[in-house]
Each structure stands twice: as structure tokens, then as C-alpha cells.
């Protein structure tokens, strides 16, 4: 799956860069000095690249947890993000990584211990208050666990740690580690869920939604809480008949019980990293639908946003109480 490795010099030597590198023996290797070498420069072909993508090993070296921006969030006073990996397995024709970075390469910072450092320090910084933490924001949390083990050694540091939320959010199967442990009371296995015609369309290499469905029973059955993610929402003229069909089919095969927290929000970019992706894939109906630009974000125009909002938002609350919907105000 992975036929080139790129090396940052200071990890060469890295315990985790060995466990990585016996996985891939066939793998071509070459060693840089910083990512960025590889990673940053601007005449790079995003979609070629996602064809046959690299995985870079590096270290990061700062903004190891980010403040979450206001209006994410599904409850708590306190979000903040972090992203131990660049770039996503899947490929989601309106993902924003597209938009954002020029190299689909896969970027893995394997310093896990100073994002954990940093996770440890926020919490003893505000004890007593309940602190989320997403990871999954410029990845899929657990599509690459069986390389990274990101899961893995992660959630031991967060039992470890009374005030402290984890956020897993996923389209993936990849549940094996989740499956092999007591489930951590804290921690949210959050599955990213379209309809199903959405997902044939548009959410490409990832599990079709029966599969993830699959996934979500099996890990809510283990104990653990889940979360639906309805984001981003899509419009097709029949919307509200595939979604109401969907929130059926979703919510048919959830416990309530073990269900933290459902969210949603209706497809939107910033108009940059909108330019850029319709450049890469001109024939793409997503970016031919009714959509309108304001105040520098694309979106589907005001009048359409607020029904597909309000629709599916009544759909949902047919399922859940308003207490665990959280939609997504960004
Ligand atoms: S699963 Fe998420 S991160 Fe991965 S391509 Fe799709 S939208 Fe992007």
C-alpha cells in the first residue's frame, strides 16, 4: 500500500520509525531533512498524488494542541484539536485537505509523546473543568491504526487523565484496537455517516456505509460511546427523501444508551480552497450544485442551507433529545 518512504534525518532512529519502516520492507526510502522539503512546494498534483500517496515520518516540533474554532463542539467549555497526522487515507471529493495543503502525501509526526505532553499539561492547567480534545481533524482518526497505533497508545494517556475527552472520529472499520480494551468512559468513537448514495459518490476509498454501520454496532456493543457525525450534509433535488431514509437505517441500529452526541452541518469551504479543488476535479458535480460565496466561505445558497439545516435537524430530533445535538455553527 505504501511504496515510498520519506525520512526526516532526526527520527531515523525513532523506535516507532522502525516499527513502521518492518512493515513496508518493499518500500523505496529516502531521507530528508524536514518534511516540508517534501511536502510544501507548490507545483505538486494533488489528485496524482493521491493516486499512489508516500508516507512521510516526521517530528513536529510545535502547536502540538490547537484551540478548537468557536461554534465545534459538541458540549464542553473547552476544545482544542490535534493532528498527530496530515492527510487521509480516503479521498472525499469535498474534503478540505484538498483545498489546504499541496501534496496528498501522508505526513506522520511520530513524537506521539510531546502531543501527549501538551494533552497532560492543558488538563492540569484547568482542573475541574471537562476538556474535549478532537483528533481526526486533518485525518481520519483510525483508517491507518494498524501503522500508526495512534488509538493505541493514546488512550491509555487519557484514562490516565480525569477531565479529559477524546474525540476519535472515523469513516473507518479499522476498530481492532478499540475492540481489545475496556472501554474508556471518556473517549467518543465518532462515525462520520452519509447516505448511502452520498457515499458511492463522493466519499471514495472509504467503507460504504453498511460497513461502517457494521463498525459502529460492534464498538457500541464493547461498551464504548459513539457519536454521529451527519457532516457534511449534501444536496441532491431529492435530499430529503435519501436523508430521511438514512436517519431510519442509522438510527434503527443504534443504542440510544450508548449514543454521547449526534452532529451536522451542511457543506461548506472556504472560497480558496474551493478554487483549488474545483480546479483539480473540473468535472465534479458537487461543485456545480447551487452554491453561492459570502463572506469568503462557499456554501449552498442561504435560502437551501437553512432547509436542508432544518430538515434534517427535524429528522434527527425524531431520534435524540435536543441535549445531545450539537450542529455545527462554524
Ligand atoms: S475521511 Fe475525512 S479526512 Fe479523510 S478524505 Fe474524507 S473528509 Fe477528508
Same mark, same amino acid.
Given at each position: 500500500?505504501?511504496?515510498?518512504?520519506?525520512?526526516?534525518?532526526?527520527?531515523?532512529?525513532?523506535?516507532?520509525?522502525?516499527?513502521?519502516?518492518?512493515?513496508?520492507?518493499?518500500?523505496?526510502?529516502?531521507?530528508?531533512?524536514?518534511?516540508?522539503?517534501?511536502?510544501?512546494?507548490?507545483?505538486?498534483?494533488? &489528485?496524482?498524488?493521491?493516486?499512489?500517496?508516500?508516507?512521510?515520518?516526521?517530528?513536529?516540533?510545535?502547536?502540538?494542541? =490547537?484551540?478548537?474554532?468557536?461554534?465545534?463542539?459538541?458540549?464542553?467549555?473547552?476544545?482544542?484539536?490535534?493532528?498527530?497526522?496530515?492527510?487521509?487515507?480516503?479521498?472525499?471529493?469535498?474534503?478540505?485537505?484538498?483545498?489546504?495543503?499541496?501534496?496528498?502525501?501522508? %505526513?506522520?509526526?511520530?513524537?506521539?509523546?510531546?502531543?501527549?505532553?501538551?494533552?497532560?499539561?492543558?488538563?492540569?492547567?484547568?482542573?475541574?473543568?471537562?476538556?474535549?480534545?478532537?483528533?481526526?481533524?486533518?485525518?481520519?482518526?483510525?483508517?491507518?491504526?494498524?501503522?500508526?497505533?495512534?488509538?493505541?497508545?493514546?488512550?491509555?494517556?487519557?484514562?490516565?487523565?480525569?477531565?479529559? +475527552?477524546?474525540?476519535?472520529?472515523?469513516?473507518?472499520?479499522? %476498530?481492532?484496537?478499540?475492540?481489545?480494551?475496556?472501554?474508556?468512559?471518556?473517549?467518543?468513537?465518532?462515525?462520520?455517516?452519509?447516505?448511502?448514495?452520498?457515499?458511492?459518490? =463522493?466519499?471514495?476509498?472509504?467503507?460504504?456505509?453498511?460497513?461502517?454501520?457494521?463498525?459502529?454496532?460492534?464498538?457500541?456493543?464493547?461498551? +464504548?460511546?459513539?457519536? =454521529? &457525525?451527519?457532516?457534511? =450534509?449534501?444536496?441532491?433535488?431529492?435530499?430529503?427523501?435519501?436523508?430521511?431514509?438514512?436517519?431510519?437505517?442509522?438510527?434503527?441500529?443504534?443504542?440510544?444508551?450508548?449514543?454521547?452526541?449526534?452532529?451536522?452541518?451542511?457543506?461548506?469551504?472556504?472560497?480558496?480552497?474551493?478554487?483549488?479543488?474545483?480546479?483539480?476535479?473540473? !468535472?465534479?458535480?458537487?461543485?456545480?450544485?447551487?452554491?453561492?460565496?459570502?463572506?469568503?466561505?462557499?456554501?449552498?445558497?442561504?435560502?437551501?442551507?437553512?432547509?436542508?439545516?432544518?430538515?434534517?435537524? !427535524?429528522?434527527?430530533? &425524531?431520534?435524540?433529545?435536543?441535549?445531545?445535538?450539537?450542529?455545527?455553527?462554524?
Amino acid at each position: 500500500m505504501i511504496d515510498t518512504l520519506y525520512i526526516e534525518e532526526n527520527v531515523l532512529h525513532h523506535p516507532r520509525v522502525a516499527g513502521i519502516v518492518a512493515r513496508f520492507p518493499e518500500a523505496r526510502r529516502i531521507t530528508c531533512s524536514r518534511y516540508g522539503e517534501v511536502f510544501n512546494p507548490k507545483a505538486q498534483n494533488f &489528485r496524482l498524488q493521491k493516486q499512489k500517496p508516500a508516507l512521510i515520518l516526521a517530528e513536529k516540533y510545535k502547536n502540538f494542541v =490547537l484551540e478548537a474554532p468557536a461554534g465545534y463542539g459538541i458540549g464542553a467549555g473547552r476544545n482544542y484539536y490535534f493532528s498527530h497526522m496530515l492527510n487521509c487515507l480516503y479521498d472525499c471529493r469535498y474534503c478540505f485537505l484538498q483545498g489546504m495543503y499541496q501534496s496528498a502525501h501522508y %505526513v506522520l509526526f511520530v513524537n506521539y509523546e510531546d502531543f501527549q505532553r501538551d494533552i497532560r499539561l492543558l488538563c492540569d492547567g484547568f482542573p475541574g473543568e471537562n476538556l474535549h480534545f478532537f483528533s481526526g481533524y486533518d485525518c481520519d482518526s483510525l483508517a491507518l491504526e494498524p501503522v500508526t497505533g495512534f488509538a493505541e497508545q493514546f488512550l491509555p494517556v487519557f484514562a490516565g487523565l480525569p477531565n479529559a +475527552w477524546l474525540e476519535l472520529r472515523t469513516k473507518s472499520t479499522q %476498530v481492532r484496537t478499540l475492540l481489545n480494551r475496556e472501554p474508556l468512559p471518556r473517549c467518543i468513537v465518532a462515525f462520520s455517516l452519509s447516505p448511502e448514495t452520498v457515499a458511492a459518490k =463522493l466519499e471514495h476509498k472509504a467503507p460504504p456505509l453498511h460497513r461502517r454501520l457494521d463498525a459502529l454496532v460492534k464498538v457500541q456493543e464493547q461498551g +464504548w460511546q459513539i457519536g =454521529l &457525525r451527519f457532516d457534511p =450534509l449534501i444536496y441532491q433535488s431529492d435530499y430529503q427523501q435519501h436523508y430521511r431514509h438514512f436517519f431510519d437505517q442509522v438510527f434503527d441500529r443504534i443504542d440510544l444508551n450508548r449514543l454521547h452526541s449526534v452532529s451536522l452541518g451542511v457543506f461548506r469551504l472556504p472560497e480558496h480552497y474551493y478554487k483549488k479543488m474545483h480546479k483539480l476535479y473540473p !468535472e465534479e458535480k458537487l461543485f456545480a450544485g447551487p452554491l453561492e460565496s459570502q463572506q469568503g466561505m462557499v456554501s449552498y445558497r442561504q435560502d437551501l442551507e437553512q432547509e436542508m439545516t432544518q430538515y434534517c435537524t !427535524e429528522q434527527v430530533l &425524531r431520534h435524540v433529545p435536543s441535549s445531545q445535538f450539537f450542529p455545527c455553527t462554524l
